[in-house]
């Protein structure tokens, strides 16, 4: 193992919030900044433009560590779409080009002959948050729903909504990939893992490292681009016949070397020219890495405005109201989504009054409610931890079911992550030990694990992160 460099970036892009820290070689946050992507008269379709304002601010308050920082890895939410002039079409904007009544159909998109499914057949992601249930097919409980790429709709929609820009942009990015475009002239497109393809879109070439390209005793691990056909498995047809598939970029696994900031690199993001930028890819990917969520039998829960609870496993694991998700390493993901979790806590603080309307003071909500057991509030917190304690359930039983072994202990990253009494409650409710990392935004986490192991200081992603991650069981 090659001597461990000074720090390491890590940024991820929210929906309202570019959140970045330092991290030195042992993984401890240096320092935490996080910028606000909200606007008073908030544009979605200029929201790149933001992440690079917001970036070089928070880069601004970096300065006294700037000849430090060795390499950045960048995640995000996804898919959002992003043409080369900045043009945006976040991951949550309604799509109006493919509707129910409107198929995928040429004009759009070639209606799929078979399910573009992963090639072990189960179900990929059909909405928007990777971590979002699925019910079963109607039938066994064992069967699986087909669902298209999630990326061939929006990259539709951007060019039914803004054909100039489509027009005039060589390659279309997704949020990550475009600040890593902008920073090292890099055109990738970050694929968590082979059996994710389907996806994104499958372009018939040939298969990805399941875990990113390993690199070689003390080298900088290169990109290992997925060569491009220009077909997906549709009815034969070219996909330049639909969308000039040039327009896509090739795939590369997370952890892979992007490049180095460039002059004009530096000019608009404040890092210093020749910083080197690994690939991050989807949060929730990133999360799954930071909080060991790539071992079977460990768990994690990331609880902001919505929640998603995540199992690690051998095999894919199949309940209602469960989605079965490829991990890294041939592994997999069960989770149940919360969809409304942290919104629910926003509501019940601001109908209880009290002084707790405001984000920043729902810890305080929390510890009134706990405080005071026979109130409306502590009855708005039992419920929603009860919730999380079914969801739970809901996976355990399944997965027990299907010889998997289970940790009894919960990982818990997110806004919910800084309340000692509402995990507390959580874990009783749901008869488990919850732990939290040395980075509560476990997105960060992970994207520092994962430039470690770009910078060729682990063999791999998994034993980076053994290394790195450091848990404590949150007790009284």
């Known amino acids: 193992m090659k001597t461990k460099t000074d720090f390491v970036l890590s940024v991820d892009i929210g929906t309202s919030t570019l959140k970045a820290a330092l991290f030195d070689e042992h993984a401890n946050i240096v320092l935490l900044e996080k910028q606000s992507l909200l606007e008073p008269q908030n544009n979605p379709s200029k929201k790149s433009g933001k992440w690079l304002r917001a970036l070089k601010e928070i880069i601004l308050r970096m300065r006294p560590y700037l000849e430090s920082i060795s390499a950045a890895c960048i995640s995000g939410n996804g898919p959002t779409i992003v043409s080369e002039d900045g043009t945006t079409l976040l991951w949550n904007e309604p799509l109006s080009a493919i509707t129910p009544d409107k198929p995928i159909t040429p004009g759009n998109v070639i209606k799929p002959d078979r399910p573009i499914a992963p090639d072990n057949g189960i179900t990929p992601p059909s909405q928007t948050k990777l971590d979002s249930p699925i019910a079963p097919a109607s039938g066994s409980a064992r069967q699986t729903q087909s669902a298209p790429s999630i990326f061939i709709p929006r990259l539709l929609e951007f060019k039914s909504r803004y054909p100039l820009q489509w027009n005039d942009s060589e390659k279309i990015f997704s949020g990550p990939e475009y600040l890593i475009w902008r920073l090292t002239s890099a055109q990738v497109t970050i694929l968590p893992e082979i059996r994710y393809k389907a996806a994104y879109w499958d372009d018939g070439a040939a298969p990805l490292p399941q875990s990113g390209g390993i690199p070689q005793s003390g080298h900088i691990s290169q990109s290992r681009p997925v060569p491009e056909s220009g077909r997906i498995p549709q009815s034969g047809t070219p996909l330049d016949a639909v969308f000039e598939y040039k327009k896509l970029c090739p795939f590369v696994a997370p952890g892979s070397f992007c490049g180095e900031v460039t002059q004009q690199g530096s000019s608009i993001s404040g890092l210093l020219q020749g910083t080197k930028i690994f690939a991050g890819g989807p949060d929730f990917i990133a999360a799954l890495i930071g909080t060991g969520t790539i071992f079977s039998g460990e768990w994690c829960d990331r609880a902001g405005t919505s929640e998603g609870i995540n199992l690690c496993t051998t095999r894919p694991v199949f309940a209602e109201g469960l989605r079965t998700l490829p991990s890294l390493n041939g592994l997999w993901n069960a989770s149940y989504l919360i969809e409304n979790s942290g919104l629910l806590l926003n509501q019940a603080s601001e109908k209880a009054g009290r002084n707790f309307k405001a984000l920043h003071k729902i810890n305080d909500f929390i510890l009134y409610a706990m405080q005071n057991k026979n109130s409306q509030e502590y009855s708005a917190l039992d419920s929603i931890a009860q919730t999380f304690a079914d969801g739970v ?58 430039a470690r192991y770009g910078l060729g200081e682990y063999n791999s992603i998994e034993n980076a992160a053994k290394n790195l991650i450091r848990k404590t069981l949150v007790q009284q």
């Open 393 to 450: 359930k809901k996976i355990e039983q399944p997965a027990k079911a299907s010889g998997e072994a289970v940790s009894d202990t919960i990982t818990i990253t997110g806004g919910q992550a800084s309340s000692k009494e509402f995990i507390l409650l959580k874990a009783a409710k749901a008869g488990k030990k919850i732990a939290v990392t040395q980075a509560l935004d476990a997105e960060l986490l992970g994207d520092a694990i994962l």
